[in-house]
């Protein structure tokens, strides 16, 4: 019998100095950040979609396993937990509709960054159309960086094997089932699941609550060798867990190239709504700094109210600031006609946009040929009638001969029709009035034309046109 392992998806420490993230120059601590981000993330979905927690436990070693061999700069943390829930509920046998897996991501990450409300994902907007490309496309890198051997060993069913071969599931008021399942739960948010083997995780899980708890294990012969695994792996394994509850809660970095492009993308929107006639925003004023316009008002003020403190009686006195009053309105006017044609040039700047978006709509209005086609014969036959029309009334004050339509003071044509008695007689005879002669000869060619079929019958009453029919067809 030949056995084959799948499970051979595991790397030192070593390696993990060195993933695809520390080379793109990302630190060690924001690498552990986001990942635990994207764990969270994992599993809050799915407890919102009702997933098992073998689901949730697969989506996260997915999530260990992909940033092993890619970065974090080349996919983002949020789109890759999208992807990997994605691929666990295939794997694990328990799918969900793409729509219902976007829109608790969707919720969950209006409420992570402080959102007011919270409204349902538009499954027709473009948000849900691009996450859905995106994480679809990022399926099929995932399978292509894995080879596709996706099989995971999860500690959870090791922890309840050993602690039935050390008789303590039968103590549920210890606790020491309940407290080992959470810590194996936690774990996964830890490159534990990518460094050692389920068992010994299982182990070092099972040696923490113990201690925890309070609880005496078997150490003479130690418990642990009866599972082969070593005290020092099960130690490490102990502090890694401890380690994770010292940690303050992971935040989102924008670290990757699309997240730090969905950034510049916001920021271009929200320059261009400062100002929506130019594009660009309005530019800030200084406190100290006075409006065109002001200026003006305070020197049309001065001069109705008191002369200058120059030549009594003159317009060429001095103000407080040292310049000239008529200096100051000529430079007043000159702003002046400079933001007349600023506002005059952005305007017809609009009116083009304006004249050439309706030109490109006309344009791609234009009908089909066939259409134009049929739209040119029906113009031409209207026109036709319409001359027909015209040239039959034209001469409509000109005398007409009996029985024509005429027309007078403008009211509807009648027929005008003389009765002429003779011509109703002749007409009358004519129809009426033939000869014997010529009915018996009318007679006699219809019968001659119509020969009858059912004269002759045989002894059984059938006639020989129907029996020949008959052995016509059975012949």
Same mark, same amino acid.
């Given at each position: 019998m030949i056995f084959t392992t799948l499970d051979d998806f595991y790397v030192s420490n070593e390696d993990l100095a060195v993933s695809p993230s520390r080379k793109d120059g990302i &630190?060690? =601590?924001? *690498?552990? @950040? $986001? !990942?635990?981000?994207?764990? *969270?993330?994992? $599993?809050?979905?799915?407890?919102l979609l009702r997933l098992p927690q073998a689901v949730m436990a697969t989506g996260q070693v997915l999530l260990h396993r992909f940033y092993c061999k890619v970065s974090l700069v080349a996919h983002d943390v949020k789109k890759t937990a999208m992807a990997c829930v994605w691929l666990a509920t295939k794997l694990e046998e328990n799918p969900r509709r793409m729509r219902e897996m976007l829109s608790v991501f969707y919720r969950l990450d209006r409420r992570r960054q402080g959102k007011t409300t919270l409204p349902p994902l538009d499954v027709y907007g473009p948000v849900f159309e691009k996450w859905k490309s995106d994480v679809v496309t990022l399926e099929r890198i995932m399978l292509r960086a894995f080879g596709f051997i996706l099989h995971v060993e999860h500690p959870h069913k090791f922890v309840l094997n050993y602690l039935v071969v050390l008789e303590q599931h039968d103590h549920p008021e210890s606790g020491l089932l309940q407290r080992a399942w959470n810590l194996a739960n936690d774990s996964l948010r830890s490159t534990l699941c990518v460094r050692f083997k389920g068992e010994v995780v299982a182990c070092g899980i099972i040696f923490l609550a113990a201690r925890q708890l309070r609880i005496p294990l078997p150490e003479d012969p130690a418990w642990w060798d009866l599972f082969n695994v070593a005290k020092h792996d099960l130690l490490e394994v102990a502090c890694e867990v401890l380690d994770l509850y010292k940690l303050p809660k992971a935040e989102y970095a924008p670290i990757s190239k699309d997240a730090q492009r969905e950034q510049r993308h916001a920021a271009a929107l929200q320059q261009s709504a400062a100002s929506p006639i130019s594009g660009h925003p309005t530019p800030a004023r200084s406190p100290g700094t006075i409006s065109v316009g002001a200026v003006h008002k305070v020197e049309h003020v001065r001069g109705a109210s008191a002369a200058p403190a120059g030549d009594p009686g003159s317009g060429n006195g001095v103000n407080s600031a040292g310049q000239s009053s008529s200096a100051l309105h000529q430079t007043n006017g000159d702003a002046r006609d400079d933001h007349s044609e600023s506002s005059r040039s952005s305007k017809e700047a609009v009116d083009h946009q304006k004249q050439a978006s309706v030109r490109s709509r006309s344009r791609s209005r234009s009908r089909s040929p066939a259409r134009s086609k049929s739209r040119n014969r029906s113009r031409d036959r209207r026109t036709k009638l319409e001359e027909g029309y015209r =040239?039959?009334? !034209? =001469?409509?004050?000109?005398?007409? *001969?009996?029985?024509? !339509? $005429?027309? &007078? @003071?403008? !009211?509807e044509a009648r027929r005008v029709v003389q009765f002429d008695p003779q011509r109703a007689k002749d007409r009358h005879q004519s129809r009426d009035g033939r000869s014997d002669k010529d009915k018996d000869r009318h007679k006699h060619s219809r019968s001659q034309s119509y020969p009858s079929r059912h004269h002759h019958t045989d002894e059984r009453g059938y006639s020989r046109g129907s029996a020949d029919r008959k052995r016509r067809r059975v012949d």
């Open positions: &630190s060690a =601590d924001t *690498e552990r @950040d $986001q !990942r635990i981000y994207g764990c *969270e993330l994992i $599993q809050e979905a799915g407890i =040239d039959k009334h !034209r =001469d409509s004050s000109a005398p007409k *001969e009996r029985g024509s !339509r $005429q027309e &007078s @003071d403008g !009211r």
